[in-house]
């Protein structure tokens, strides 16, 4: 059993920056791809980006490429998720996952051990 916690949210105004991490505890992650995904009010949960078990590929949602930067520390078991230029429209709950299944990276069906997620509020 894998057990994800995310942290790092919070209130910024637009143009700031975050860090999100995901830390896992239970098991290693060093052999999975984890993902971030998003989801706001009365929106489907929508992915983010995501990385090899590696690090050394990475992925990106249209909305959020070249603003964001995903990576991992193994030897932490975590994952970071540099979120910058941040707009209003990037405000919602952000959750990791382990990828669990083969496949496309975008899909959310394909990951599990979701963590419960952090609170990103962008002020315009």
């Known amino acids: 059993q894998i057990n994800l916690v995310e942290s790092g949210g919070g209130l910024v105004q637009a143009g700031g920056s975050l860090r999100l991490s995901c830390t896992a505890s239970g098991r290693t992650i060093e052999n999975y791809a984890m993902g971030w995904f998003r989801q706001s009010p009365g929106n489907e949960r929508e992915y983010v980006s995501a990385?090899?078990?590696?690090?050394?590929?990475?992925y990106y949602a249209d909305s959020v490429k070249g603003r964001f930067t995903i990576s991992r520390d193994n030897r932490k078991n975590t994952v970071y998720l540099q979120m910058t230029t941040l707009k209003p429209d990037d405000t919602a709950v952000y959750y990791c996952a382990t990828k669990l299944h083969s496949g496309a990276y975008e899909p959310d069906y394909n990951y599990g051990n979701w963590g419960r997620g952090t609170q990103v509020t962008v002020s315009s």
């Open positions: 990385i090899n078990w590696s690090g050394g590929s990475t």
